[in-house]
Nanobody, 124 residues
Framework: VQLQASGGGTVQVGGSLRLSCVAG????????MGWSRQAPGKDRELVAA????????YYTDTVKGRFIVSRDGAKDTVTLQMNNLKPEDTAVYYC??????????????????WGQGTEVTVSS
């Protein structure tokens, strides 16, 4: 399985960006897809995830009300719409795919496949 992320860039505070991730290859079973980020000097954190079955989303508290995660099962695509961006959102964003339905979608250490990362910079 290959994950290809796109859509990063530089935006001013309060602006918006849209990240997309396409899963290619032998995607036989997807339980969830998510977006994690890693800022310089900080640990990676899962910011949003979405159940492939019913579309139920998860957001970490710092992005609730600003980010929207969605999926297109037919295209094996997950999208992260990021609004009202803040400087603290600056990070490399990675999409990830979780296969097992027995693993929690809210902990990215259980995710099986990862994309290459796309950089998001929010300038003040």
């Amino acid at each position: 399985v290959q994950l290809q992320a796109s859509g990063g860039g530089t935006v001013q505070v309060g602006g918006s960006l849209r990240l997309s991730c396409v899963a290619g290859g032998a995607v036989f079973s997807t339980h969830a897809m998510g977006w994690s980020r890693q800022a310089p000097g900080k640990d990676r954190e899962l910011v949003a995830a979405i159940s492939w079955c019913d579309g139920s989303p998860y957001y970490t508290d710092t992005v609730k009300g600003r980010f929207i995660v969605s999926r297109d099962g037919a295209k094996d695509t997950v999208t992260l719409q990021m609004n009202n961006l803040k400087p603290e959102d600056t990070a490399v964003y990675y999409c990830a795919l979780l296969i097992s339905p027995h693993r929690p979608t809210t902990d990215d250490k259980y995710y099986d496949f990862w994309g290459q990362g796309t950089e998001v910079t929010v300038s003040s």
